[in-house]
């Protein structure tokens, strides 16, 4: 399971990111169409892998950045503001093991996700409100064999 899929999993299944964006929890861009307030995600920073003396750990750390958006309104900021919040608060010191409920599943362990920083804007071509959060995320991935 990729780990992208993993954390907009973990949005999608959170009670109040799904109050506030219901499944508009989009990868890269924006389509033109969408409805707001969504959520974007994208990996900022990919695939740190954590090698050791006997070779690779299996430990993989990965930086994504989280944009809670809303088109502008009179009430836009206090809900960029409260998305924010909420994608914080689902995602910030999780650890577990992710499912992604194919068949068979497919599993990813995260070790920890944590949050950094962030950043208000505003998207001129769009008309939106946005802040900006990243996470750093470890993860387990799988390592190749050479059997």
């Known amino acids: 399971m990729f780990v992208e899929i993993a954390l907009a999993k973990l949005l999608r299944e959170n009670a109040a990111v ?21 959520v974007v995600y994208r990996e ?20 994504f950045a989280f944009y809670a958006t809303q088109s502008k309104g009179r009430t836009s900021y206090r809900t960029v503001l409260e998305l924010a919040e909420a994608v914080r608060s689902a995602l910030q010191g999780f650890t577990g093991d992710v499912e ?8 990813i362990h995260i070790h920890n996700i944590s949050a950094g920083v962030h950043e ?5 071509p769009t008309q939106t409100y946005q802040r900006v959060q990243v996470f750093d ?4 991935e799988s390592i190749p064999t050479f059997d």
């Open 137 to 140: 995320v470890w993860s387990t």
């Open 120 to 124: 208000d804007r505003y998207d001129d």
């Open 18 to 38: 799904a109050a506030i964006v219901e499944d508009r929890i989009i990868p890269l861009v924006l389509d033109s169409q969408v409805t707001y307030p969504a």
């Open 44 to 63: 900022i920073h990919g695939g740190g892998h954590t090698e050791g003396l006997e070779g690779s750990s299996g430990l993989r750390l990965s930086r």
């Open 100 to 107: 992604d409920g194919a068949s068979p599943p497919e599993t």
